[in-house]
């Protein structure tokens, strides 16, 4: 007996073309395969988002597309819907193309949920898919080897996409229709400039006279540190900016509050925070790992009375990843995790 899921309510979903992704049929302008239709379908997904309005046209066209939109409006289905298409329109063949689609994001928590939401929206599809995310040792990185190259849709951080660039037999990006940047500012941000650079020359060159390669690029703010992204050779890009008038790079409906202490009280008055919200679910940010593995040890020694988690870029990659699954559950939790530094890895392949 099934329960049904409620349907995701996108509220900022609007009247204009398309109305619903079902009826984004081929041949109807703005046309998606049936695969790709029937996995958004079964993720719940109904109506596009503002932003999936505005990117999936040209996208879906093929044009190059430089996009800033508030966190959470859904810019992750805004390039996914995308890849799909692109390689089945290609008629990408999953055993023999190989790498196909690249999709570059600055944490491997973000690489991770690109990968459940593309699992999700291309499960009819016969693409293999991974996540090049580093850490895990040499055994990791082996077996990363071993299958990189053969895989359609890849996932990647910069570094440990250059470190197989530069040491993996086999692996090449010769045949890549489409390149995703996520988080483009960021990845700038935490100092990957040159690894991209790197990346790129890897790459079939994207632009007009190139070989063909589209790029999507995706961030929260349109710095000038994207705009510096014009090395990536954008072919008259469609620039895309959904909440330029807002000040701020958060949804509306977000509250923000801020308190301000004397640093000496500052981890009293975030045990007095939890324990006044022990019914909801916090996530505290620290700029260091120390920090966060010190906070965590000495609040669930003292008994808060919920369970903390703690998360940060020291922690094998499996520990990392059972910890981030059980912290998004419905059960109510802390957890601290502090910015993710490159590394780690995690290889969860699908194939259709
Ligand atoms: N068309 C849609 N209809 C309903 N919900 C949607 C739609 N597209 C995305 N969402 C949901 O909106 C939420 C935010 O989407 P997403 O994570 O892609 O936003 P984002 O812009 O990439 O944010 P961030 O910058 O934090 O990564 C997710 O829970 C996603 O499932």
Request: positive net charge; aromatic residues 6%.
């Amino acid at each position: 007996m099934g329960t049904k899921v409620k349907e995701r309510e996108d509220p900022e979903a609007q009247g204009g073309l398309p109305p619903t992704f079902a009826k984004m049929e081929p041949g109807s302008g703005l046309g998606l395969s049936r695969e790709t239709r029937t996995g958004l379908k079964a993720m719940k997904y109904i109506s596009p988002t503002a932003v999936q309005k505005r990117v999936l046209p040209a996208a879906l066209a093929g044009r190059d597309v430089l996009c800033a939109a508030k966190t959470g409006s859904g810019k992750t289905l805004a390039f996914v819907v995308p890849v799909l298409e692109k390689l089945a329109e290609e008629k990408w063949s999953a055993r023999v193309d190989g790498i196909g689609a690249l999709i570059l994001t600055p944490t491997r928590e973000l690489a991770l949920q690109i990968f459940e939401e593309l699992r999700g929206v291309g499960k009819k599809h016969r693409f293999s898919c991974g996540l090049l995310i580093g850490g895990g040792g040499r055994k990791a990185l082996e077996e990363e080897k071993s299958r990189a190259g053969s895989l359609n849709i890849l996932i990647a951080t910069p570094g440990r996409l250059l470190q197989h660039m530069d040491e993996t037999p086999y692996f090449d990006c010769n045949a890549l229709k489409i390149l995703v940047l996520d988080e483009a500012d960021r990845i700038l941000d935490m100092g990957f400039r040159a690894t991209l650079d790197a990346i790129l020359e890897n790459l079939p060159r994207g632009g007009r006279g190139g070989d063909g390669r589209q790029t999507l690029l995706f961030s929260a703010t349109q710095t000038k540190s994207v705009k510096d992204l014009a090395r990536l050779n954008l072919s008259d890009p469609e620039y895309i900016s959904i909440h330029e008038e807002a000040s701020m790079p958060t949804p509306v409906k977000l509250q923000q509050a801020f308190v301000e202490c004397p640093s000496s009280q500052k981890i009293s008055v975030l045990w007095g925070f939890i324990k006044t919200h022990l019914k909801a679910k916090v996530l505290v940010f620290f700029s260091t790992c120390k920090q966060a593995r010190f906070v965590s040890d000495a609040f669930s020694k003292l008994r808060p009375g919920v369970p903390l988690r703690c998360l940060h870029g020291h922690m094998k990659q499996m520990k990392r990843v059972a910890t981030y699954d059980s912290s998004r559950g419905p059960r109510r939790s802390s957890s601290l995790p502090p910015m993710s530094r490159r590394g780690a890895w995690t290889f969860p392949t699908w194939t259709g």
